[in-house]
């Protein structure tokens, strides 16, 4: 099944658990999705490379090389959007699965309808971007027939081994699976369009930030182009993940008014204009773990902040310029 791009969705799911794979597989399925399903982590790297899937879930104790790892190894290689479905619920494994490369990070018990609303806006951010950067064309993702079997029919929706919701079965034999070749001619090259324009060495004006070129903006030394999701300081490119981008282009954007945790997290979800959206503490939370990974990389102090600052108790907003009022 495609989705309105006409490009074929394909999830990577990376799960040791047989239950739990085969229901993960139904979710996808469900929400439109071709599936490559493995049980361990060597495999599923190599199944991202394989084909570069819009979205890849990740347990985190599995065989061979745990999530975390896997993570790591497939930011490397690919922009898939990374799930990790665990049952660490601690915040420093929250971070730390952020920080490998993570977009979103799921506990178990788990309930699948969680799951498919969080793919829906993953969809919805894909098409924006897509939307955004119309000129830059990615290499479609291989349909099912292509990419081999999703254990259709009779597959097992256990409500035991972290999974909410669902009815139990019988479960087929658990292991990890061989990874079928890419098809010919697929390619794993990333391609980032280059910026227009040219981002001029003078500061920026006080009090607002400046548009650089046709689409990147200014705030002190810090340049963001959302056409080509380049973010430079000092003329030195920056390394975000997709959801580190997304927060600090939603604050470049707002300037000095600020975001709160459960705003930046509808941002997240594509919902950012609907009031109705359940947002949790671990929603909260997996916020504050993305923004202390985006200030690390950006070399910003949340004590004596140059680029963002917290307003305690609310959330997030730009510093002010060099000699403007706060």
């Given amino acids: 099944m495609n989705d309105s791009s006409g490009v074929p969705k394909t999830a990577v799911i990376v799960e040791d658990d047989a239950e739990i794979r085969h229901l993960l597989v139904e979710v996808f399925e469900g929400a439109g999705f071709s ?5 361990n ?36 290689q690919s922009d898939t959007y990374i799930i990790m479905l665990t049952g660490l619920k601690e915040e420093a494994d929250l971070v ?11 506990t178990k018990p788990f309930r699948p309808r969680e799951l498919r609303a969080r793919l829906d806006a993953i969809l919805r951010r894909r098409e924006t971007a897509q939307s955004a950067g119309a000129g830059t064309t990615a ?20 409500s035991r081994h972290g999974v909410m919701d669902a009815g139990s079965a019988t ?27 040219e981002v001029p060495a003078s500061p920026a004006s006080d009090g607002a930030l400046e548009h650089v070129g046709s689409t990147a903006v200014r705030h002190r030394d810090l340049v963001l ?9 000092d003329d030195r490119e920056v390394d975000l993940t997709r959801t580190e981008f997304d ?20 941002v997240l979800r594509g919902e ?16 504050e773990a993305h923004m202390t990974n985006l200030r690390r990389k950006l070399g910003d102090s949340p004590t004596n902040p140059r680029y963002i600052e917290t307003v305690r108790g609310v959330g997030y907003r730009l510093t002010a310029e060099a000699g403007s009022p706060a």
């Avoid at 920080?99 to 979103?104: F, H, I, L, T």
């Avoid at 950012?272 to 916020?287: C, H, L, N, P």
């Fill in 41 to 76: 982590g060597i495999d599923g790297v190599q199944a991202v490379i394989s084909y570069q899937p819009t979205v890849t879930t990740l347990d985190i104790n599995m065989p061979g090389i745990d999530g975390f790892e896997a993570a790591r190894r497939i930011r490397l």
């Fill in 225 to 233: 182009d959302p056409d080509s999701r380049i973010v430079l300081i």
């Fill in 139 to 158: 290499a479609p993702a291989p349909r099912q027939e292509q990419v081999g079997p999703s254990f259709p029919g009779g597959r097992n929706t256990a």
């Fill in 272 to 287: 950012s204009y609907v009031t109705s959206y359940f947002v949790g503490e671990a929603d909260k939370r997996a916020i």
């Fill in 247 to 266: 927060l600090l282009a939603t604050l470049m954007e707002s300037k000095r008014r600020v975001r709160t945790k459960a705003d930046l997290t509808l």
């Fill in 171 to 197: 479960s087929p034999s658990a292991g990890p699976a061989s990874v079928p070749p890419p098809p010919s001619g697929a390619s794993a090259t990333m391609v980032i369009a280059e910026s227009g324009g």
């Fill in 96 to 106: 730390l699965g952020l920080g490998a490369g993570a977009d979103e990070y799921l």
């Fill in 35 to 39: 599936t490559v399903s493995v049980g």
